[in-house]
């Protein structure tokens, strides 16, 4: 009997910045996501087939791909993407949202008529814009920050707008884009002197025509929902509540995404005030795995942010404390899966990246990183820095890694094992949030 083929693609990893430099930290996501969903995937007996950027071949190795292509430099990656398509029965595609990445990949499967796994057509259109999961939010009556679309005046933001919204709300704001993934170019403004000072770095920190929108900032624990929708089941079934490191405020180096733990303290209640909300939300749009954002302040009030139509950092996480395999839940969902309404999370993870800096002298691809990840089965991202970025020139790498223990105290007691693990391989941690 054939093995059922599929295709799982990863931009960032997969050959999507196979022609620019390849930001280290979206490659640490990107690759701890593929390796979590083909190990998945591989233990549901499907024979898998998948491309990597000709930069990270030597990680082919930990994949359990049955067929891996490599993207080089001269190639064009979507046409290989295009073959790899059509070679396939079943397609798991896992791009950012920005400048229609993951709508367009994900149409090819579709124009292809081949089954799509993940996230369809219509509920990635609605995710990608956070101005309209806003409005969305907004027509089901659901908490969320109130959000403008700011304005273009003589080819540039309208600064005057800005300053006038300011005024008006009285709160710190934040200043993102529509199409934005995780904590990417988010602006956090607390008075006029940082709107000035932002907006006289215009060139450096805003793309043209490139639509932003200014929200109200709200103060409060930065959670999230991982959610899957069978096409099968009428439930949304919660896989687990998330904690979310975010670097926001911090105007110096910009924001970032920094990973999570799950789950969450008080996850239960917090689970049943969810499920209030949700039941106000049409999410017939969405299938598979997805995600929302949460904002919950200290009064318990919940605030939704955005959705992510596809899958998310988070599950990194996720698949070492749910005690079934997730991806099942995509495929042939039995009645005892579809009734599996309620988390059912035994234990606990931290998924983090960690920034470290390498001060040895032996060679890290042939001689440290197999050695690392026979040492640390945590480590999902070996580290990792691309030549021609500014990371490799004081020899700073990033890695990301997954904790499975008991509680969140074990898992912080593991993360500080690993650091010390790290240290013997002359690594020095220089930021773990």
């Known amino acids: 009997m054939n093995k059922k083929k599929i295709f799982i693609f990863e931009f ?11 930001p280290s930290s979206l490659f640490c996501e990107g690759y701890g996501m593929l390796r979590s969903i083909i190990a998945d995937f591989k233990s549901l007996d499907f024979e898998i087939l998948t491309l990597i950027d000709y930069r990270i071949s030597f990680l082919s190795h930990y994949l359990l791909a049955d067929n891996i292509k490599i993207v080089n430099a001269e190639d064009n990656c979507l046409n290989k993407f295009k073959e790899s398509v059509k070679e396939s029965e079943f397609n798991f595609i896992i791009a950012p949202e920005f400048s229609n990445i993951l709508y367009d990949l994900t149409k090819i499967v579709r124009d292809n008529n081949k089954t799509l796994l993940s996230v369809d057509l219509n509920g990635i259109k609605l995710g990608s814009s ?31 707008f800005i300053f006038q919204k300011f005024n008006e709300l009285r709160y710190p704001i934040v200043i ?42 709200i103060e409060g624990d ?12 009428k ?32 996850c239960k209640q917090v689970e049943e005030e969810i499920k209030i909300i949700l039941q106000k939300l049409d999410l017939s749009k969405f299938s598979g795995y997805f995600g929302i ?20 950092t988070s599950y990194i996480g996720i698949r070492n404390v749910v005690n079934y395999n997730s991806v099942e839940l995509l495929l042939k969902p039995s009645q005892k899966l579809i009734e599996l309404t309620e988390m059912d999370v035994k234990i606990h993870s931290i998924f983090s990246r960690i920034e470290l800096n390498y001060n040895g002298s032996n060679e890290i691809k042939e001689n440290i990183i197999p050695k690392l990840i026979n ?19 004081d020899n ?19 993360v500080r094992e690993i650091i010390k693990s790290f240290e013997k391989f002359n690594f020095n941690v220089i930021y773990f949030k």
């Open 396 to 414: 700073q790498f990033s890695c990301f890694i997954a904790t499975k223990e008991q509680d969140l105290l074990s898992s912080s007691k593991k």
């Open 12 to 22: 960032v990893s997969g050959g999507g910045f196979n022609q620019v430099d390849i």
């Open 293 to 312: 954002d949460f904002i919950r302040k200290n009064n318990g009030d919940i605030f939704f942010i955005e959705i992510n139509p596809r899958l998310t």
């Open 235 to 266: 439930n949304d079934i919660i896989l687990s509540l998330n904690s979310q490191k975010l670097n926001v405020k911090n105007t110096k180096s910009g924001s970032e995404y920094f990973g999570g733990s799950t789950p969450i303290e008080n």
């Open 176 to 217: 993102k884009p529509d199409d934005g993934v995780g904590a990417e170019n988010i602006y956090y403004l607390e008075n006029e002197t940082q709107i000035s000072d932002l907006f006289n770095d215009y060139d450096n920190k805003f793309e043209q025509k490139r639509q932003y929108l200014l929200q109200e900032y």
């Open 222 to 233: 930065d959670l999230s929902i991982s959610l899957i929708r069978t096409s099968k089941g």
């Open 130 to 160: 956070k101005y309209k999961t806003y409005e969305f939010f907004k027509t089901h009556g659901v908490n969320t920050p109130l959000t403008y679309q700011i304005p273009f005046k003589d080819k540039t933001l309208d600064f005057d």
């Open 375 to 393: 040492e640390i089965p945590e480590l999902v991202t070996p580290p990792i820095s691309f030549e021609t970025s500014n990371q490799d020139k």
